[in-house]
């Protein structure tokens, strides 16, 4: 199956972000178990989503295209293409694209379960 990046839903200020950002759902017909949220983001230049937590499930950012600063837990990483950003469950986060005239995409991916190493978590 191939699905084409294709009508995009447009937010402004979303989750007390600045500017503009558009989100393309790939599940939008399809379900993956342990996976709530799966698909393209873009960000304006000087676009922002606000720092947030999701509680009782765990988020990776791709970043694909473009640069900016993660907010991880409080910390502000530097960002660019090929970042892979690991939200674990109840961690605060945010993303900027600092630039002014480059849009930032992103793969977002919402999930309920992970393993790393010794942990594990799940949301089952």
Same mark, same amino acid.
């Given at each position: 199956?191939?699905?084409?990046?294709?009508? #995009?839903?447009?937010?402004?200020?979303?989750?007390?972000?600045?500017?503009?950002?558009?989100? #393309?759902?790939?599940?939008?017909?399809?379900? #993956?178990?342990?996976?709530?949220?799966?698909?393209?983001? *873009?960000?304006?230049? +000087?676009?922002?989503? @606000?720092? &947030? /937590? &999701? &509680? @009782?499930?765990?988020?990776?950012? &791709?970043?694909? *295209?473009?640069?900016?600063? #993660?907010?991880?837990?409080?910390? *502000?990483?530097?960002?660019?293409?090929?970042?892979?950003?690991?939200?674990?469950?109840?961690?605060?986060? +945010?993303?900027?694209? /600092?630039?002014? /005239?480059?849009?930032?995409?992103?793969?977002?991916?919402?999930?309920?379960?992970?393993? /790393? +190493?010794?942990?594990?978590?799940?949301?089952?």
């Amino acid at each position: 199956m191939i699905k084409k990046v294709d009508g #995009f839903v447009e937010y402004e200020n979303r989750r007390g972000g600045n500017g503009i950002i558009r989100m #393309f759902n790939v599940m939008e017909d399809i379900i #993956f178990e342990d996976v709530n949220w799966l698909g393209m983001v *873009e960000l304006d230049p +000087g676009s922002s989503i @606000g720092i &947030h /937590t &999701h &509680h @009782g499930e765990g988020e990776l950012y &791709h970043i694909l *295209e473009g640069k900016g600063i #993660f907010n991880d837990n409080g910390t *502000e990483v530097k960002v660019s293409p090929g970042s892979f950003c690991l939200i674990e469950p109840d961690q605060c986060h +945010g993303l900027m694209n /600092t630039s002014n /005239t480059e849009k930032m995409v992103m793969l977002a991916c919402v999930f309920k379960h992970f393993r /790393t +190493g010794e942990k594990t978590w799940t949301n089952k």
